[in-house]
Every structure is written in C-alpha cells, then in structure tokens.
C-alpha cells in the first residue's frame, strides 16, 4: 500500500518556504503485533512544526528526509492492538502524511458520536483549545470584568481564548492583522474591539481603547506587540507567554521586551506556559470546552486545506497570517 508524506527537504533560513518541504511516496510498513494501520484525515498545522526544523528545537529537531511531525486525528484501516478495532477514531503524532503504521499505544481513541474528530485537534484540541483554556484560566486567572488583550486573536488559540474571557464577563480587545481579521473578532467572535497593528501604532490605538490599562495580556505573537502592550498596563496586570510566533523564524536572534521594567513600576507579573504543564487539568478542560461548545457558547471556524500536497503552503500560511480560526490539512 502506498503512502505520500511531507518531509524536510532543508533546514529554513530564516523565513520557511514551500520549498524547504518536499512530497515523496513510499510503502506502508508492515502491521507487527501491537501495531494500528491509520487513514489520517486531518493534520495541525501548529507553530511548533516550524521550530522543529532548526537544530537544538525545544520539541525535537526534525531529521532532513524523515515526514514532518504534525498532529492529526485518523481513522482505523486495520489493527493488531487490542484497544482499537477498524473504523474507530483516533488522536496522534501521526506526522505529515496520509497513512501509517503506529504502536496502538501512541493513539489516544476518540469519541466522534457527537462532534466531528476533527475537534480534537481544533475547539477541544490539546494545541488549541486546551491551551487557550490554560494560559487563560489556570495561568492569567482572568475573572469578571478584567480588561483583556489577546494578540493573534483571529488564529486558532486566539480565537479560542478571546470567547473564553468573554465566558469569564472580561472586556476582551483582539490584536490582529487586517480589516477583515478585525470584523472577523468583532461579529464572530464577540471581542468587544480589535486593533489591527497593520495599521498604525498598537501602543496608541490601546492607549485610546483602554485608557485605564489592561489587566490581562495573552501574548501569542511577542516582538514590538508585546513591548506596546507592557507600556499599557495596570497595576497587577498579568502578562501571559503563550508563544512569541514574530520571533520563531529568527531562533538565536530573539527580541525580548524593551519596556520590562514596567512589570516593577506596576506591580505586574509575567509568566510562560505550555500546555502539557497542565495534565491534572485535562478532564476538567475537556470537559468545559465540550460543555460551551454544545451550548453553542464557544465556536471556532476552521480553515481547511485539501490534499496533503498543500501541507507546504499550509504552514507558510500560518506564518503569514493567510487564515482564520483553526488551520488544518486533510490529506
Ligand atoms: N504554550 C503552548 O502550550 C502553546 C500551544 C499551542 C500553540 N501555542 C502558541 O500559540 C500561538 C498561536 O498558535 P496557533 O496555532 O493558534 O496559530 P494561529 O494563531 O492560528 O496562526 C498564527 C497567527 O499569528 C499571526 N502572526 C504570524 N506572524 C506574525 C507576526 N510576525 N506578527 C504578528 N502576528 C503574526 C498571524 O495572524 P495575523 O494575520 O493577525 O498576523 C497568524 O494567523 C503561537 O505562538 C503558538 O506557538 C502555544
């Protein structure tokens, strides 16, 4: 049986591009005991990937010719593990790819009787989700009332994050690119107002929207946002690290905040999270995220990118910002 995957055709300098990856076609392995034979029918498209591709990568650095590590869910083709049975739906590593052969015992089976799987790496995803509900909830605390910014507010994580303070009773300002990513937050999503740091001075367009300060900033995106965001803060703000994704394409080069110093004058702290610090809170986040996404209270639109050919463009496009809501590929 023939399988096309994405590998690394070479290491990025500096900005990814399409080139760097590459399609190539090879056999299925076998199915040895213990082993699940997988249809993949959707792929993340994740940030982390582009880290893996430099050397000494927090995740693991990707091997040149070896299938791009990305998420995905999958349905089961064949199986020689006793948990999982044909046409059951599974979460996994399952790399860039369309099908493969993994030990049962990396896959994490999937209940799709009432959601489509693809959820579990979107609205009730580990990388989306579950890591807005953490940096949020368990990190920044946000409660009623708090003025909260979120920068890629338009993404995956940001979309999420924003309805979630809201869900709290937060006034929530969404950072993002473009008039149409801002209407997007506005009408969609429910952020109460965005600024597009296109356009013009993010510290100054903040300044005018919360004269007063900000409470809680949910960083995705560092750089200069995060510095325009540090000159506008409140006494006791709390600054939460989620990613920095301005920075990712200049590992060794990093920009770190200029305007630190206001965490003392204001009496503010900053803190960094990922999400796999928080596993004693997985049931709990499951369980709230599957609750407001029943009640209709939590949505997020996904943009699909069909065939795994367009595994490439997909993750450049994540860099550029070229969708809305939650990024995947459905090989
Ligand atoms: N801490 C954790 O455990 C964890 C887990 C998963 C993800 N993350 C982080 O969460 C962040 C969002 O990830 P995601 O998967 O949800 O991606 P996403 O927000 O769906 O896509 C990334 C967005 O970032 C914006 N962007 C890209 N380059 C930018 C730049 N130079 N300046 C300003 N904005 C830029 C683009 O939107 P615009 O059009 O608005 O520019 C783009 O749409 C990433 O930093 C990621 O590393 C953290």
């Given at each position: ?6 590998v690394l055709a070479a290491r990025p300098d500096g900005q990814l591009k399409e080139s760097d990856m590459r ?24 940030a982390?990937i582009r880290t893996t591709f430099d050397e000494?990568a927090?995740?693991?650095t990707a091997?040149l010719?070896?299938?791009i ?179 990712y394409e200049r590992v060794g ?59 490439p463009?997909?993750l450049t496009?994540l860099f ?12």
């Amino acid at each position: 049986m023939k399988n096309r995957k994405v590998v690394l055709a070479a290491r990025p300098d500096g900005q990814l591009k399409e080139s760097d990856m590459r399609v190539v076609e090879e056999e299925v392995a076998e199915l040895g005991d213990g082993m699940v034979l997988l249809q993949i029918e959707h792929l993340s498209i994740d940030a982390f990937i582009r880290t893996t591709f430099d050397e000494a990568a927090f995740h693991g650095t990707a091997e040149l010719g070896n299938a791009i590590i990305a998420l995905g869910t999958a349905r089961v083709l064949d199986s020689r593990f006793e948990g999982l049975h044909q046409g059951d739906a599974v979460f996994g590593p399952v790399c860039a790819q369309e099908k493969v052969a993994l030990p049962g015992v990396m896959l994490q089976k999937i209940d799709d009787s009432q959601l489509p799987a693809r959820c579990h790496l979107g609205v009730l995803g580990l990388t989306t989700g579950m890591t807005a509900y953490a940096g949020m909830l368990k990190v920044a605390k946000v409660k009623k009332d708090d003025l909260v910014v979120v920068s890629a507010a338009a993404g995956a994580v940001g979309s999420c994050a924003c309805q979630i303070a809201k869900l709290q009773g937060a006034t929530v300002i969404g950072i993002a690119g473009g008039e149409e990513k801002g209407s997007f937050l506005r009408e969609e999503i429910g952020c109460d107002s965005t600024i597009d740091y296109k356009q013009g001075n993010v510290s100054e367009q903040l300044m005018e929207l919360a004269p007063e300060g900000v409470d809680v900033f949910f960083d995705n995106v560092g750089g200069e946002i995060l510095d325009d965001v540090l000159a506008n803060i409140r006494p006791g703000a709390r600054i939460v690290i989620c990613g920095a994704i301005s920075q990712y394409e200049r590992v060794g080069e990093v920009n770190g905040p200029v305007n630190y110093l206001k965490l003392a004058e204001r009496n503010a702290s900053m803190g960094g999270f990922t999400v796999n610090y928080f596993e004693q809170d997985y049931p709990e986040m499951q369980e709230n995220l599957g609750k407001w996404v029943m009640e209709g209270s939590l949505r997020l639109p996904e943009h699909i990118e069909e065939g795994i050919d367009q595994f490439p463009k997909a993750l450049t496009l994540l860099f550029s910002g070229g969708h809305k809501g939650k990024l995947m590929v459905a090989p």
